[in-house]
C-alpha cells in the first residue's frame, strides 16, 4: 500500500483529503507539528506528498526546496494560489505537479497513480534480471553478486529504463522525457549527475562500466 502524507493546515481539508485518499486504497498521514515536519518526512518516508503552499512558520515553496536536498519523492502542491509565478515557482523548486483549490477529486486521484506509477514502475513484474544483476522494482535496490545498492527515485527509474530496454542505445532525450515530462524546466546535467551517481553506487559493490555510454547518442547496458 502507498503512503502518502498530506502537509495542510486547514484541518477541514486535511480531514477531506485523508478520507479521499484512504476510501482509494492508499494510507495516509499527516502532519500537525509543522515545526517538525522535515523530520517527520524523513521517519515516514512517504511515497507521495501533497504540500500546500500557506503553512505556519513557514511555506511549502520552503519544504519542497528542503526536500530536494535528500529525496526526489513526488511533490503535489495543492493549494489556493494560482498565479502563473506559484505555479512556474513550483516546478522550478521540484514540484511535479500543482493543483489548484478547490480541486476536482477524480483529477487529484489520476494525477497521483500517475505520478506513483511513474515514480515506482512496477509493472507485472517486481524484479528485473540482467547478467548477473536484478533490479528490485518494489524494494529500489539492485542485486549483484549477493550484495545489494540503494536507489533513489529517479536512479530507480533510469535502471528501470535502461533494463526494459537492455542492448538498445536509450537516447538522452527519451531518459529525460521519461524521467521529467517536461524538458523546458531540466537541466541537461541533471540526467549525467544522476548515471554518474549510479555508476559509483554499482562501482561500491564490485559492478563497473555497467551503464555504458554511447558518445552524442545516450545510455545503454
Known sequence: MRKIMIIEDDPVIRTELKNILC???YDAISVSDFSETISEVKKQAPHLILLDINLPGTDGFSLCSEIRTFSDIPIVFVTSRNTDMDELNSIMLGGDAYITKPYNTPILLAKIASLLKRAYPTGNQEVLPYQNTSLHLENSWLEFNGQQVDLTKNE???????????????????????LWDNQLYVDDNALSVNVNRIRDK?????????????????YFI
Open 23 to 25: 476510501g482509494n486504497g
Open 156 to 178: 530507480l527509474k533510469i535502471l528501470y529504463y535502461l533494463y526494459k530496454n537492455a542492448g538498445k542505445i536509450c537516447p538522452r532525450n527519451d531518459l529525460i522525457d521519461f
Open 202 to 218: 554499482l562501482a561500491s559493490i564490485g559492478l563497473r562500466d555497467f551503464i555504458k555510454t554511447r558518445h552524442r547518442q545516450g
